[in-house]
């Protein structure tokens, strides 16, 4: 099978933990790897942002990153990237046109716009996957949302005239129904962990001994809930906070949410307990997962949320607040602990639980290591996703795609056929 992956601003190529780079990047690239192991032949498309590289990169047996020309070649935030997308999806239709692939997997909303512009005119059939999604980021952003006035009506055209839409999680399914994506064209497919890199037993990042160890490993954005996170460390006196993510460590005194949670820090009587670590390479992650008493994924929403997946993985208990793809992750008393999202109070409740209890963590970090492997390995992934995939190459009617059918105009509301 021949598949097309568009993942406009999220390369499989970049480095993960600045602003605009993290669990998308880690899905698509795993993923296409994944589907190429399963024979199937990956291309996917992404912005060219840098002008070094050429424009096709091998990535994996199987899998090619192709640098598709559509703006400045240089890193462009990801809002800022609309006026770019014409051109993005002009290129996409030219190399569709030439070379046709059997399926295109749209990931983020601009991308499944460019897809669809590209593919319909060809009949070729598209799956799309959110990542995230703009009502969602609105309601709990409000004015501080800096997406595209656009975002929300283009999702809610997007999610009716795809071919199938694959959730990452229970919850996503449901805000896609109630933006009004029909039910039986989408499946619920998680986001995956690389199982041979992260394993609880390997090498383990050096700590010192007497003090609980809480992990976050993230982008350094404010809806991760790192500030929470901040204020119930201090007030328990023999923990410490590691924070992985952001940019470079020698860059991160330039980068303003740094600043702003150090000086969190350093007011809330935490400052010599709260270390930030700026970015932490692939290869490092398994051992410092490893180093953890707890992680902490205390987000105020996460469309997916990988970190906790690789935490468990790693045999570490996750404190989670309970949104989004990690009430599916998650299991509350299973595999760690739920917490509302904005409330450091129980999150202090829930770390000092744990500090009190090492068996508990250990049967807690167990467990979920062995959900992980159950559940969250890429071939699983693959291989569900592949099932998506093939019912639509398999079985033409039950997607909107037939060459020269349907092009997505839409009956409005409430008016006969
Ligand atoms: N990550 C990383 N290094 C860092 C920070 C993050 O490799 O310094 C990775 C992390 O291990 C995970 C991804 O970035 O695989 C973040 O994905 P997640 O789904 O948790 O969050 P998102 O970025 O999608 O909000």
Not at 187 to 195: E, Q
Not at 286 to 296: F, M, N
Not at 321 to 331: E, F, K, P, Q, R
Request: charged share 25%.
């Amino acid at each position: 099978m021949k598949i097309c992956m568009v993942s406009e601003h999220a390369s499989p190529l970049a480095l993960l933990g600045g602003v605009d780079a993290g669990g998308q990047n880690v899905h698509v690239a795993a993923l296409s790897s994944a589907l190429a192991r399963r024979g199937a032949q990956v291309v996917v498309h992404t912005r060219r942002d840098s002008p070094g590289p050429p424009r096709r990169v091998p990535l994996a047996d199987g899998v090619e990153v192709d640098h598709v020309p559509a703006g400045p070649t240089r890193p462009v935030p990801k809002d800022d990237l609309p006026p770019y997308m014409r051109g993005f999806a002009a290129d996409l239709r030219d190399q569709w046109a030439r070379e046709r692939p059997d399926v295109v997997h749209a990931h983020f909303w601009m991308s499944g716009k460019a897809a669809l512009s590209a593919a319909r005119p060809l009949g070729i059939p598209v799956v799309f996957t959110s990542h995230a999604l703009g009502v969602v980021k609105r309601r709990h952003q409000g004015s501080k949302d800096t997406s595209p006035p656009d975002r929300v009506q283009t999702e809610a055209t997007l999610v009716r005239d795809v071919d199938a839409i694959v959730a990452t999680c229970t919850d996503e399914l449901f805000e896609l129904v109630r933006l009004g994506a029909p039910g039986s064209r989408v499946s619920v497919v998680p986001s995956g962990v690389d199982l041979a890199a992260f394993t609880p037993d390997g090498p383990v990042a050096p700590r010192a001994p007497g003090r609980l160890r809480v992990l976050f490993v993230g982008r350094l954005v404010e809806r991760k809930g790192i500030g929470n996170l901040i204020e119930a460390v201090a007030a328990l006196p023999g923990t410490e906070l590691l924070i992985a993510g952001g940019s470079d460590r020698s860059e991160l005194d330039q980068d303003p949410e740094a600043a702003r949670l150090r000086r969190l820090a350093r007011l809330s009587g935490a400052g010599d307990r709260v270390t930030l670590l700026g970015r932490v390479g692939r290869a490092e992650l398994p051992a410092l997962y490893r180093s953890a008493d707890v992680v902490a994924c205390v987000p105020w929403y996460e469309p997916f949320g990988i970190v906790p997946v690789e935490a468990m993985a790693c045999g570490v208990p996750v404190v989670a607040s309970a949104v989004g793809g990690l009430i599916d992750t998650v299991v509350d008393g299973g595999t760690g602990l739920h917490v509302p999202p904005r409330c450091p109070e129980r999150i202090v409740e829930a770390l000092s639980e744990l500090a009190a209890d090492p068996a508990e963590r250990a049967r807690l970090g167990a467990a979920g290591a062995r959900r992980a492997q159950a559940l969250f390995s890429w071939e699983r992934v693959g291989a569900l996703t592949m099932n998506v995939y093939r019912r639509l190459r398999d079985a033409p009617g039950q997607g909107v795609t037939r060459a020269g059918s349907r092009t997505g105009a839409r009956r409005p509301v409430g008016t006969r056929p």
